[in-house]
Protein backbone atom coordinates (compact mmCIF):
# COMPACT_ATOMS: atom_id res chain seq x y z
CA UNK A 1 0.00 0.00 0.00
CA UNK A 2 1.28 3.68 -1.02
CA UNK A 3 1.46 6.19 2.52
CA UNK A 4 -0.43 9.02 1.40
CA UNK A 5 1.18 12.34 0.99
CA UNK A 6 -0.52 15.49 3.07
CA UNK A 7 0.13 18.72 1.82
CA UNK A 8 1.04 21.60 3.66
CA UNK A 9 0.46 25.29 2.77
CA UNK A 10 3.55 27.79 3.44
CA UNK A 11 0.53 30.26 4.36
CA UNK A 12 -0.95 27.96 7.32
CA UNK A 13 2.75 27.67 8.54
CA UNK A 14 3.43 31.60 8.35
CA UNK A 15 0.12 32.36 9.94
CA UNK A 16 1.03 31.58 13.46
CA UNK A 17 4.19 33.16 13.61
CA UNK A 18 3.21 36.71 12.14
CA UNK A 19 -0.08 36.04 14.64
CA UNK A 20 2.69 36.06 17.67
CA UNK A 21 4.75 38.82 16.30
CA UNK A 22 1.68 41.60 16.51
CA UNK A 23 0.96 39.99 20.06
CA UNK A 24 4.83 40.76 20.85
CA UNK A 25 4.47 44.04 19.50
CA UNK A 26 1.49 45.02 21.05
CA UNK A 27 2.61 43.73 24.42
CA UNK A 28 6.17 45.62 24.27
CA UNK A 29 3.41 49.31 23.13
CA UNK A 30 1.71 48.34 26.12
CA UNK A 31 4.58 47.91 28.72
CA UNK A 32 6.04 51.44 26.91
CA UNK A 33 3.10 53.24 27.63
CA UNK A 34 2.65 52.06 30.99
CA UNK A 35 6.38 52.99 31.27
CA UNK A 36 5.32 56.50 30.35
CA UNK A 37 2.03 56.69 32.53
CA UNK A 38 4.43 56.10 35.50
CA UNK A 39 7.32 58.26 34.74
CA UNK A 40 4.49 60.80 34.09
CA UNK A 41 2.87 60.29 37.54
CA UNK A 42 6.19 59.98 39.20
CA UNK A 43 7.15 63.56 37.72
CA UNK A 44 3.83 65.22 38.62
CA UNK A 45 4.31 63.77 42.44
CA UNK A 46 7.78 65.12 42.54
CA UNK A 47 7.02 68.28 41.18
CA UNK A 48 4.03 68.95 43.54
CA UNK A 49 6.43 67.42 46.44
CA UNK A 50 9.56 70.02 44.98
CA UNK A 51 6.80 73.03 45.14
CA UNK A 52 5.70 72.08 48.57
CA UNK A 53 9.19 71.82 50.19
CA UNK A 54 10.30 74.85 48.65
CA UNK A 55 7.17 76.61 49.59
CA UNK A 56 8.10 75.59 53.07
CA UNK A 57 11.69 76.26 52.79
CA UNK A 58 10.98 79.93 51.91
CA UNK A 59 8.83 80.30 54.24
CA UNK A 60 11.06 79.32 57.33
CA UNK A 61 14.20 81.69 55.54
CA UNK A 62 11.38 84.40 55.79
CA UNK A 63 10.68 83.46 59.29
CA UNK A 64 14.29 83.38 60.43
CA UNK A 65 14.39 86.86 59.06
CA UNK A 66 12.19 88.27 60.82
CA UNK A 67 13.09 86.67 64.09
CA UNK A 68 16.36 88.20 63.72
CA UNK A 69 15.51 91.90 62.43
CA UNK A 70 13.06 91.40 65.47
CA UNK A 71 16.31 90.05 67.83
CA UNK A 72 18.50 92.99 67.02
CA UNK A 73 15.83 95.41 67.49
CA UNK A 74 14.59 94.19 70.72
CA UNK A 75 18.25 94.28 71.60
CA UNK A 76 19.16 97.79 70.14
CA UNK A 77 15.78 99.09 72.16
CA UNK A 78 16.64 97.55 75.61
CA UNK A 79 13.84 95.11 75.60
CA UNK A 80 15.45 91.80 76.45
CA UNK A 81 17.81 94.15 78.50
CA UNK A 82 19.71 92.93 82.23
CA UNK A 83 18.95 95.18 84.95
CA UNK A 84 18.20 93.09 87.60
CA UNK A 85 20.18 90.28 90.00
CA UNK A 86 18.22 88.39 92.38
CA UNK A 87 20.06 86.10 94.46
CA UNK A 88 19.05 83.74 97.20
CA UNK A 89 20.99 81.41 99.40
CA UNK A 90 23.88 83.94 100.11
CA UNK A 91 25.50 84.70 103.47
CA UNK A 92 28.61 85.25 102.34
CA UNK A 93 29.05 87.05 99.65
CA UNK A 94 26.82 89.58 98.68
CA UNK A 95 24.27 89.90 95.82
CA UNK A 96 26.56 92.64 94.23
CA UNK A 97 29.55 90.29 94.28
CA UNK A 98 27.93 87.74 93.02
CA UNK A 99 26.65 89.77 89.88
CA UNK A 100 30.37 90.55 89.32
CA UNK A 101 32.21 87.24 89.94
CA UNK A 102 29.37 85.81 87.34
CA UNK A 103 30.19 89.00 84.92
CA UNK A 104 26.68 89.98 84.74
CA UNK A 105 26.45 93.74 83.97
CA UNK A 106 23.50 96.30 83.57
CA UNK A 107 22.58 95.91 79.82
CA UNK A 108 23.80 93.01 79.00
CA UNK A 109 21.37 90.97 76.43
CA UNK A 110 19.72 88.00 78.25
CA UNK A 111 20.16 85.92 75.35
CA UNK A 112 23.63 86.09 74.86
CA UNK A 113 24.27 84.63 78.03
CA UNK A 114 25.15 81.52 78.04
CA UNK A 115 24.29 79.80 81.64
CA UNK A 116 26.94 77.03 81.72
CA UNK A 117 29.40 79.44 81.80
CA UNK A 118 28.13 82.04 84.65
CA UNK A 119 27.39 78.61 86.67
CA UNK A 120 31.05 77.92 86.33
CA UNK A 121 32.12 81.36 87.30
CA UNK A 122 30.48 81.45 90.41
CA UNK A 123 31.74 77.90 91.20
CA UNK A 124 35.00 79.25 90.79
CA UNK A 125 34.45 81.13 94.12
CA UNK A 126 35.78 78.49 97.08
CA UNK A 127 32.64 79.53 99.03
CA UNK A 128 30.32 78.32 96.71
CA UNK A 129 29.23 74.59 96.91
CA UNK A 130 26.70 74.26 94.13
CA UNK A 131 24.51 77.45 91.95
CA UNK A 132 21.84 77.42 89.87
CA UNK A 133 21.07 80.40 87.20
CA UNK A 134 18.10 80.94 85.10
CA UNK A 135 16.93 84.20 83.25
CA UNK A 136 13.66 86.14 84.29
CA UNK A 137 12.58 87.78 80.81
CA UNK A 138 12.60 89.92 80.10
CA UNK A 139 15.41 92.21 82.24
CA UNK A 140 16.17 89.79 85.37
CA UNK A 141 18.16 87.02 86.07
CA UNK A 142 18.07 84.62 88.88
CA UNK A 143 21.07 83.07 91.27
CA UNK A 144 20.72 80.45 93.60
CA UNK A 145 23.84 79.40 95.74
CA UNK A 146 24.69 77.33 98.63
CA UNK A 147 27.57 78.20 100.65
CA UNK A 148 30.03 76.20 102.28
CA UNK A 149 29.66 76.76 106.19
CA UNK A 150 33.26 77.89 107.95
CA UNK A 151 33.79 75.52 110.90
CA UNK A 152 37.51 77.02 112.08
CA UNK A 153 39.77 79.69 111.44
CA UNK A 154 43.56 79.90 111.43
CA UNK A 155 46.19 82.07 112.93
CA UNK A 156 46.05 84.18 109.98
CA UNK A 157 42.54 84.72 110.01
CA UNK A 158 41.43 82.84 107.17
CA UNK A 159 38.21 80.36 107.50
CA UNK A 160 37.52 76.70 106.57
CA UNK A 161 34.62 75.24 105.59
CA UNK A 162 33.36 71.86 105.84
CA UNK A 163 35.03 70.89 102.49
CA UNK A 164 38.26 71.79 103.93
CA UNK A 165 38.39 74.68 101.67
CA UNK A 166 39.92 78.02 102.74
CA UNK A 167 37.20 80.73 102.73
CA UNK A 168 39.42 83.57 103.04
CA UNK A 169 39.32 85.93 105.55
CA UNK A 170 36.64 86.04 108.32
CA UNK A 171 33.98 87.96 108.29
CA UNK A 172 33.44 90.84 110.78
CA UNK A 173 31.64 89.54 113.77
CA UNK A 174 31.89 86.02 113.44
CA UNK A 175 33.54 83.67 116.31
CA UNK A 176 35.09 80.78 115.23
CA UNK A 177 37.23 77.63 116.75
CA UNK A 178 40.81 78.80 116.18
CA UNK A 179 42.79 75.90 114.74
CA UNK A 180 46.20 76.44 116.40
CA UNK A 181 48.53 74.43 113.96
CA UNK A 182 48.11 74.05 110.60
CA UNK A 183 50.20 70.61 110.72
CA UNK A 184 46.84 67.86 109.81
CA UNK A 185 46.33 66.91 106.75
CA UNK A 186 43.65 67.43 104.14
CA UNK A 187 42.24 63.97 104.44
CA UNK A 188 42.02 64.62 108.55
CA UNK A 189 41.13 68.43 108.34
CA UNK A 190 37.79 67.31 105.83
CA UNK A 191 37.18 64.60 108.63
CA UNK A 192 37.42 66.87 111.74
CA UNK A 193 35.22 69.96 109.90
CA UNK A 194 32.59 67.58 108.54
CA UNK A 195 31.96 66.32 112.53
CA UNK A 196 31.86 70.44 113.60
CA UNK A 197 29.12 70.82 110.67
CA UNK A 198 27.33 67.92 112.36
CA UNK A 199 27.80 69.38 115.84
CA UNK A 200 27.01 72.72 114.45
CA UNK A 201 23.39 71.75 112.70
CA UNK A 202 22.48 69.60 115.35
CA UNK A 203 23.33 71.89 118.59
CA UNK A 204 24.70 75.25 118.20
CA UNK A 205 25.22 76.31 121.38
CA UNK A 206 27.58 73.84 121.92
CA UNK A 207 29.16 74.61 119.22
CA UNK A 208 29.84 78.15 119.91
CA UNK A 209 31.43 77.26 122.80
CA UNK A 210 34.88 76.19 121.21
CA UNK A 211 37.71 77.94 121.44
CA UNK A 212 40.12 76.09 119.86
CA UNK A 213 41.29 72.82 118.29
CA UNK A 214 45.05 71.55 117.86
CA UNK A 215 45.88 68.12 116.44
CA UNK A 216 47.37 65.68 118.59
CA UNK A 217 47.66 61.88 117.68
CA UNK A 218 44.47 60.10 116.47
CA UNK A 219 42.29 63.43 117.35
CA UNK A 220 42.05 66.34 118.52
CA UNK A 221 42.75 68.51 121.67
CA UNK A 222 39.75 71.17 122.49
CA UNK A 223 39.38 74.00 124.79
CA UNK A 224 35.50 74.39 125.36
CA UNK A 225 34.34 77.46 127.24
CA UNK A 226 33.17 76.82 130.74
CA UNK A 227 35.65 73.75 130.78
CA UNK A 228 38.47 74.51 132.14
CA UNK A 229 39.49 70.66 131.50
CA UNK A 230 41.03 70.17 128.00
CA UNK A 231 39.26 67.83 125.82
CA UNK A 232 40.91 65.22 123.67
CA UNK A 233 38.04 64.35 120.88
CA UNK A 234 38.52 61.86 117.70
CA UNK A 235 38.42 63.42 114.56
CA UNK A 236 34.94 61.35 113.62
CA UNK A 237 32.41 62.40 115.20
CA UNK A 238 33.56 65.14 117.49
CA UNK A 239 30.36 66.58 118.52
CA UNK A 240 29.37 63.10 120.16
CA UNK A 241 32.13 63.41 122.19
CA UNK A 242 31.55 66.80 123.09
CA UNK A 243 28.45 66.18 124.64
CA UNK A 244 29.36 63.20 126.52
CA UNK A 245 32.33 65.58 127.86
CA UNK A 246 30.09 68.34 129.05
CA UNK A 247 27.87 65.57 130.41
CA UNK A 248 30.62 63.91 132.34
CA UNK A 249 31.72 66.93 133.79
CA UNK A 250 28.30 68.26 134.65
CA UNK A 251 28.13 64.79 136.49
CA UNK A 252 31.39 64.94 138.84
CA UNK A 253 30.79 68.05 140.41
CA UNK A 254 33.41 68.90 143.01
CA UNK A 255 35.73 66.11 141.11
CA UNK A 256 36.00 67.95 138.17
CA UNK A 257 37.64 70.46 139.20
CA UNK A 258 41.03 68.47 139.55
CA UNK A 259 40.99 67.43 136.31
CA UNK A 260 44.03 68.11 134.35
CA UNK A 261 42.16 67.02 130.75
CA UNK A 262 39.55 64.12 129.47
CA UNK A 263 40.21 61.91 126.89
CA UNK A 264 36.95 60.54 124.72
CA UNK A 265 38.87 59.59 121.61
CA UNK A 266 38.73 55.93 122.37
CA UNK A 267 34.77 55.53 122.43
CA UNK A 268 32.67 54.52 124.61
CA UNK A 269 35.27 54.85 127.81
CA UNK A 270 36.73 58.19 128.76
CA UNK A 271 40.29 58.48 130.21
CA UNK A 272 40.13 61.00 133.28
CA UNK A 273 43.51 62.43 133.65
CA UNK A 274 43.79 64.40 137.33
CA UNK A 275 45.71 67.78 137.88
CA UNK A 276 49.08 66.77 137.86
CA UNK A 277 49.39 64.17 135.38
CA UNK A 278 49.73 64.30 132.02
CA UNK A 279 47.86 62.93 129.46
CA UNK A 280 48.34 60.41 126.04
Known amino acids: MKPSVTS?????VREPARRQGVNARKQAGLRREQRRENLHRT?????????????????????????????????AKGWIALRSVRCSGCSLTSPEELARR????QGTDLTSLRISDVEAR??????????SVRRAWPHGVVLTVTEDVPQVRDARGRAFGTS??????????????LLESGAISGQDLSRL????????????????SLRSLRPVPDGMLASVAGLPTE????????????????????????TATRLASMDLRHAPYAVLVPTGRTGS
Open 43 to 75: GGLLTRLTRTWGAVLVLLMLLGVGVFFLHRQAA
Open 164 to 177: GRCLGPVASGQALP
Open 231 to 254: LLLPLDEPGQALRRATWLYAQLGE
Open 8 to 12: ISRTA
Open 193 to 208: LTGLDSLHRQNPALWK
Open 102 to 105: ANLW
Open 122 to 131: LMADPRVLSA
